[in-house]
C-alpha cells in the first residue's frame, strides 16, 4: 500500500474514532444526570392531603357564663398526619403595618395555659379527653407528639392561649373581668394569615386568610 492512500485512511479513520468517543462521553454522562434525578425523585416525600377548617374567635364561650378568645383547627376529612412533620405559620398584620409572625413546630416552646404555672402545653394541643386525656403537662396532647386524623381538633383555648399563639401581647384581667389582648386591632373582622406546611415534603397543606369572629 502507497504512503499515500495510508495518509488517506488514517485522516478517514480519526473523525470517526472522535464521533464514537463523542457518543460515549454523552452516554456516560446521561446515564449519570438520570441516576442523580431518578436519585432526587426517590428521596421525594408525598405530601398529605387534607381537608381542614380553622377558626379564630375572641368570643367563644368560657364555660363559666362569658366569653374568651379561641382557635381550633379541624380535620374535616384527608390522611392522618403525625404532628412532629408540621408547621403551623401565622401572620397578623395591625392597622400601623406591623406584622406578628410566629412558627410552631414539634420542637417550639410550651406555653403556661392559665397563668397558674403548673400546667403547661406546646399549642396547639389536641381536644380529645378520650383518647390524650386534659392538656397540660400531659405530652400526649402535645403539638409535635400525636397524629392528627379525621375529626381530630386542635385547640389554643383562651384569650391569653390565642395571644400567645399569635404573637400578641396581653394583659390578665382581675376577676371578673376577662384577659385581653392589649392589640386592639385584634377584634372581629380581623383576618390572620394562617399557613399548615408538611415539613418533610415542604409542601403547604393549609393557607388561608381566616377572619376573626
Known sequence: MSTKMKSRMDSAVSPVIGVLLMLVVTIIIAAVVSGFAGGLAGDTKAAPSASIDVVITTSAPDGMGGTSGQI??????????????????????????????????????MFDLYGYGTDNARLPYLSDISKVGYAGNNANADFGNYTWSTGGILSVGSTRQVADFLGLDWTAGVYPAPDTIDDVDFKSGASVELTILHTPSQKIVYSKEVVVK
Open 72 to 109: 381550633t383547627f379541624e380535620m374535616l376529612s384527608g390522611d392522618s398526619i403525625p404532628t412532629k412533620d408540621l408547621e403551623i405559620i401565622t401572620y397578623f398584620t395591625n392597622s400601623t403595618g406591623h406584622i406578628y409572625k410566629t412558627s410552631h413546630t414539634a420542637n417550639s416552646e
